[in-house]
């Protein structure tokens, strides 16, 4: 699994680091920082959670 | 089961179908929807798409289409007659029998008492609202906007954006102060002040009067506002006027269980879901903003493949709102009656988070651009965090 941020699209409002905060974290100067390109498979659930509450649809997982 | 049924065909009976194949639900999938559109995003509608700034292929919720959800269809059709005991539903002129449903036709938004029928008052809630609000913005109309919630202000942001003059008439003393009480009510009153929003709050709206076409809005002190369109934002109401007879209990919404059951084989999930939420002491909430219709419609989806082994959806609710140059976000329950405490910036400031106190416990967070913040303890009210300890991390994470 790999996740892909299109910052383009990203507005920080840090939704996904709530669903999956071993993955996403943003920090103090509101950019969004991935944490593990890849993560493992028992974060899974998470990463899905992230995607698809993430209001402006800017996370997507391949693989 | 064999076929499910999703009726509502925005973002919470997306997160629904997706969710469904998804898990692995390889029966058949029909979706249902009022509007002829495939789903699409509304929060853009008062703010890039209406701006201009976000083009319509831009607010396709799907981007990549639906064709791989392998679902049936049904667009420009409304659900009608649904018979929980038969398990049967109407959609356009074939009565269908479904297995499973998900009930996600969301809300629509309330026109004023007595509203008359004049050109240029508008309502805003689909995407052809947004486009008729967007060509009038492009001329030089003057707008008056009654209601300053959520829509009514992100209306007013993106109108004076565009170099309009804006009018925003408010029943109560500041805006929203039901939800967030008059010290954070009296920031946002300033935040549309500043940006140039004639902003009259504790008006009466007696009516909107014109010939033909909308002139002016007549207040209770006797004056007017002089425009030449009106948006109506004060508030939405669930769509649930075809649920009458169908076995559900509609009260302010679908009434449904922890899990989002309204029946068994049938879930709600988004505007129209009504669940006492086990997080906040069972309270019934229904709630209006996109991540619970996102969350919801994923939560409703396996509630419904469950069945008896549901889970109770516990979210804290949690709601943005881009206005002018700042991203104000909200996260958990809180009134404008509950204790508020400042523990990042003050009320002064363009950057700030305040807390809400509620028996005891921290129950809400609201941060202007301060979304690392939010989030952090919009976790503390989900670990049900006592206010003390909301306060102690405060001070340990300045």
Known sequence: MKVVVDFDKCESNAVCMAAAPEVFEVRDDNFLYVLQEEPPESLRDKVEEAASTCPTGAITIEG | M??????????????????????????????????????????????????????????????????????????????????????????????????????????????????????????????????????????????????AGFIGAEVAATARGLGRDVTVLEALPQPMVRGVGETIGSVLARLHRTHGVDLRTHVEVRAIAGTGRVERVELGDGTAVACDAVLVAIGAVPTTDWLTGSGLTVDNGVVCDATLHAAPDVVAAGDVCRWPNPRFDDELMRIEHWTNAAEQGLHAARSLLAGDAAEPFTAVPYVWSDQYDVKIQCAGRFGGDDRIEFVHGTADDDRFVAIFERHGRISGVLGFSQPRRVIQYRKLIADLASFDEALAFAAANP
């Open chain 2, 2 to 147: 064999e076929h499910i049924v999703v009726c509502g065909a925005s973002l919470a009976g997306l997160r629904a179908v997706e969710t469904l194949r998804r898990d692995g639900f390889a029966g058949r999938l029909t979706l249902v929807g009022a509007e002829a559109h495939e789903p699409y995003d509304r929060p853009p509608l008062s703010k890039d798409y209406l701006a201009g700034k976000a083009d319509r292929e831009k607010i396709t919720l799907r981007q990549q289409g639906l064709d791989e959800l392998d679902v049936d269809l049904r667009l420009g059709v409304a659900a009608h007659d649904l018979d929980v005991a038969a398990h049967t539903v109407g959609v356009g002129d074939d009565t269908v029998a479904y297995d499973g449903l998900v009930l996600a036709t969301g809300a629509h938004p309330r026109p004023l008492p007595d509203q008359p029928d004049l050109d240029g008052i508008h309502l805003l809630r689909t995407v052809e609202d947004s486009q008729r609000l967007m060509t009038l913005l492009g001329s030089e109309a003057r707008l008056c906007v009654i209601g």
